[in-house]
DNA sequence: GAGATGACGGGCT
DNA sequence: AAGCCCGCCATCT
């Protein structure tokens, strides 16, 4: 149950990220208490289902790119995504994180 | 229970 | 500036 209750938590803090912001991996780590668990959260996201309910795509790397997975388009449908919520990608792929990345609070 | 994996991050070459 | 390597964390095999 502790495995489905860390999945919860990161879905949590994922679900407090306004329509046309973004938050980094480490920054949902942080907000865990886990300071070095970006991996981690990657994880969590990795299994989240789309059902769920959960703006997933919300999510970026510290450069504020999308990582790219191992099968599926769904890097492509996040951008899609963001974009559809006014998110503006630079000509490297990336957000400017100065001006999207959404302050989000300890869980 | 031990070793390998991956939607990451930071540091070094 | 770009790329490579190592470290962290929770989960999977």
């Given at each position: 149950m502790?495995e ?6 990161v ?17 949902v ?21 789309d ?13 504020g790119?999308?990582s790219?997975r ?16 006014g998110?503006?990608f ?9 001006r999207?990345r959404a302050?989000?609070a300890a869980?």
């Amino acid at each position: 149950m502790d495995e489905l209750n860390y999945y919860e938590r990161v879905y949590g803090i994922v679900a407090t990220v306004p329509v046309g912001r973004v938050v980094t991996y480490g920054q949902v780590a942080r907000a865990l208490g886990v300071n070095r668990g970006a991996r981690a959260v990657g994880y969590a996201l990795r299994a989240l289902s789309d059902a769920d309910g959960v703006p997933w795509w919300r999510v970026v790397n510290a450069r504020g790119g999308i990582s790219p997975r191992g099968e599926g388009h769904g890097a492509e449908i996040q951008r899609e995504m963001l974009e559809g919520e006014g998110v503006e990608f630079g000509l490297a792929g990336t957000v400017d994180l100065r001006r999207y990345r959404a302050e989000i609070a300890a869980r």
